[in-house]
């Protein structure tokens, strides 16, 4: 079983800062099926990223997913007041399953 | 457009066994498998279960195997999660979760029922 660790745990950054979380996986993730979910408080999770690296229907170009085999990145190129959330990184696809990751808190510093 | 509506939820005492729902509508019900996720309150995010478009095949995380048990009625757009022997730790908001094909990723999340396992 392929577990998802991600760091930093929260990250305190300042509107229109770059923010960068990370997903690493503990094997190697067939095809990239690795995607990223952003949940804000109260809120359902919402797709951002899947395949690694393609953004979902709506999702701003300020969101880029990137990495292959164990490490992934999410960046938020400059941070917006509606960007401070929870967010999830994801395995999928290999199996029936969904495996996520701990979740990594981007807050107002 | 696509909608995804969760109901069901509530408190029960442990032991005690509850049934969700989760009516959709916007999309061909009956071609995508359709997810469980659950939170605990201020944890992240856990699977819970998934059903394949057709309702043949199930699959369950190891936490509710054997206690949960998932469905879907395609004639109603509708899909089930039946869940007996409740423990305390059991007790998270509810969401499901339509795949964007086949067993991939959640692209459609509902708003989730927060279900309360409490004496």
């Known amino acids: 079983e392929i577990v998802l660790t991600q760091s930093p745990g929260t990250l305190s950054l300042s509107p229109g800062e770059r923010a960068t979380l990370s997903c690493r996986a503990s094997?190697?993730?067939?095809?990239?099926?690795l995607a990223w979910y952003q949940q804000r408080p109260g809120q359902a999770p919402r797709l951002l990223i899947y395949?690694?690296?393609s953004r979902a229907t709506g999702i701003p170009d300020r969101f880029s997913g990137s990495g292959s085999g164990t490490d992934f990145t999410l960046t938020i190129s400059r941070l917006e007041s509606e960007d401070f959330a929870v967010y999830y990184c994801q395995l999928y696809g290999s199996s029936p399953t969904w495996t996520f990751g701990q979740g990594t808190k981007v807050e107002i510093k | 457009q696509v909608q995804l509506v969760e109901s069901g939820g509530g408190v029960v005492q442990p032991g005690r066994s509850l049934r969700l729902s989760c009516a959709a509508s916007?999309?061909?019900?009956?071609?995508?498998?359709i997810h469980w996720v659950r939170q605990a309150p201020g944890k992240g995010l856990e699977w819970v279960a998934v059903i394949s478009y057709d309702g043949s095949n199930k699959y369950y995380a190891d936490s509710v195997k054997g206690r949960f048990t998932i469905s879907r009625d395609n004639s109603k757009s509708t899909l089930s999660l039946q869940m007996n022997s409740l423990r305390t730790d059991d007790t998270a908001v509810y969401y499901c979760a339509r795949t964007g094909g086949g067993y991939s990723y959640g692209d459609y999340w509902g708003q989730g029922t927060l279900v309360t396992v409490s004496s």
């Open positions: 395949g690694a690296s």
């Open positions: 094997q190697s993730v067939n095809n990239n099926y």
């Open positions: 916007g999309f061909t019900f009956n071609t995508y498998a």
